[in-house]
Structures are given as C-alpha cells and as structure tokens.
C-alpha cells in the first residue's frame, strides 16, 4: 500500500477584524485549506486503513479563530469540514457571569470494505438467502460499517457567585451496520454465523445542576436523564441449520435517570471534612419477545 499525502496545508490566512464598531473585542486565527490523496489500490481491504479516519481523496478544511474582549470571549476550531471524521467545538461566555460550549464530533467506524454474504439485504432487519448457498462467486458484496455523530454542548451560569447553575444535553446517534451473531441451532453443535445487523441508535442525555461553591462548603443537586432508542428491534434470518426463518433480537430501548445530591463541608475540627451524598437511580426497558 502506497500512501501520499499532497498539499497538506495550502493556505495559512491570518485574520483580525473588530466585530462591533463600538466594541474592543477583536478576531484574530487561522483558516487551513489543502487536499489529500492516498493510494491505496493494492490493499485487500482499505477499510483498515480508513477504520477510524477519513482518508478519501478530496479536500481538506479546517479554522481555529479566538476572540476576545474586555468582557466577552470566544474559541472556534474545525477540522476536517465535510469529510466523515469532522469536528466543530464552539466556547465562549462572559467573564465572572456565564460560560458556553457548542460542538459536533463525528467519525466512520469502518469494519470491511468488499466483503461477501450469502445473504441479500444484508445490513437491514430483514436478510434472506437460500441455502445452503455453496459458491461464494455468487454471493452479495457488503461494506460494514457505522457513522457515529455527538451532537451537544452546556451552558453555565456563574453570575451570583458562589451560587452556580449549569445544564448540559448531548445527542449521539450511529448509522450503519455491524458484525454480530447468532446461534443456528439448540447445541454449540449447530455453529454460529455471523450477521451483518442493522445499527440505528440514538442516545440523549440531559443534566442540570445546580449549587453552591466556596472554598470551605460546597453544596450541588443534579438531575441527570439518558434515553436510548434502538430503530430496529429484531432481525429477520434465513437459519442454514433449520433451513427455515429464525429471529434474533437486538438492543432494546431503555430510559435511565439519576437525582444526586452532594455536600462537602472543610476545614472542620482537626482539619477534618464531612462529605454527604445522596443517589437515587432508575432504569426502565420494555421489550415483546
């Protein structure tokens, strides 16, 4: 496998504007453009090579602006902008009262490229093949793989000081397809085979904390929610050992919550401190079999 990388960094653009005519807070950063090229035509499977990064031909953007004031301030970084591994993160706030962040992190977890089933659909909830099916040549071409997106950000208010309050959420969702498998029979006898199933996850999360926070006491109660949700519920298979259809089941939904609450109390008698904690944690999941 040959592998080139041609006009990393093309472009180095510096910038600094002031945003608003009456303000002192000012821009200053960089935007990187360049473009990639990688040979990778005499790999059996590229998909090692691309498990985790975006190593297509194409292009490549990226910036990374700061902006600052007297009472405002901002961060702004992305890399890899419209390719399957890019990332965004967006911080600011004002100085002594509030803080933010907003971001989007994505990847492509490749498994193969170009492999081969016997079933059709493979990757769906519902894959059918008549067996046995003996000649590979005639089998399906198949790519395994999933897209995997965290979509979130928080917000932190810290003007009444030492009194905070604060409230993050996140959405991760992955797309695609991944090896699993399945019995054939009753026995470990029977075998096992391996099953392209579908992936059509989404998870979100919530919390929101708030409290109190001094150099001797510190106080905070927080709610904290997480729900997942899983598109398909089962996978339809044409078993080579009953040579009927059989069916296996995949992750089920389930919501999970958490109500906490801390104290910590220092510099008590003897140098001592007391620490309190209290949880109370549910997990729901309903599922037919």
Known sequence: MKQKLIAVLIANLFIAAPVFAQSDFSLNGSVSVGAINVGDKDAPDASKLNEFRDLSNGGLLGFDIAGRGSRYWMDLFGENIGRDDHFVNLRGGMYDVFKYRLYTD???????????????????????????????????????????????????????????????????????????????????????????????????????????????????????????????????WNNGFYLGQDRTYLEADNKYSRLAANATIRKLPFNSTLALRFTDDELKSNTNL
């Open 106 to 236: 994505q990847l492509k977890h490749n498994f193969l490229f170009g492999g081969r089933t016997p079933y059709a659909n493979a990757g769906s909830a519902s894959i059918m093949a008549t067996l046995p099916s003996l000649n590979p040549a005639l089998w399906n071409t198949i790519d395994i793989g999933y897209k995997r997106r965290d979509d979130g950000g928080f917000f932190e208010f810290q003007g009444a000081s030492p009194w905070y309050f604060r409230v993050d959420g996140n959405q991760v969702t992955q797309s695609g397809n991944k090896v699993g498998a399945s019995s054939q029979g009753m026995s470990p006898g029977n075998g096992q085979i391996d099953i392209a199933f579908p992936t059509e996850y989404t998870t979100r999360n919530a919390t929101v904390e708030g409290g109190y926070s001094s150099k001797t006491m510190q106080f905070a109660v927080s709610w904290m929610t997480s729900k997942f949700e899983n598109d398909n519920k089962f996978v339809d």
